[in-house]
Nanobody
């Protein structure tokens, strides 16, 4: 198993930036394909971005493409989400997820391990 802990959330004005981190412990981090999801109140959990085991392949969801960047540092057992040009509609709880799947999936059910989430609030 792997344990995941998110950090870096907070309150930011529209147009600002935040960097989220997901720290992993337990089994070897590089074994897992990783992803960020987010969930706003009353909405379903939404795929934000995913990254393969060595960081060479990345997918970003359409709502964040060009503004957010996913990355990982396997030597630090950590995944990141750099969020720029934040908008009010980015307000949500952000979750990191890990899976042993062989491709970057955009559905939550494909990921077996989840963090507790970190809140991001964007004010106008």
């Amino acid at each position: 198993q792997v344990q995941l802990v998110e950090s870096g959330g907070g309150l930011v004005q529209a147009g600002g930036s935040l960097r989220l981190a997901c720290s992993a412990s337990g089994r070897t981090f590089s074994m897992y394909l990783m992803a960020w999801f987010r969930q706003a109140p009353g909405k379903e959990r939404e795929f934000v971005a995913g990254i393969d085991r060595n960081g060479s392949d990345k997918i970003h969801g359409d709502p964040v493409k060009g503004r957010f960047t996913i990355s990982r540092d396997n030597s630090k057992n950590t995944m990141y989400l750099q969020m720029n040009s934040l908008k009010r509609e980015d307000t949500a709880t952000y979750y990191c997820a890990a899976g042993t799947i062989h491709y970057i999936a955009i559905t939550p059910n494909d990921y077996a391990y989840w963090g507790q989430g970190t809140q991001v609030t964007v004010s106008s």
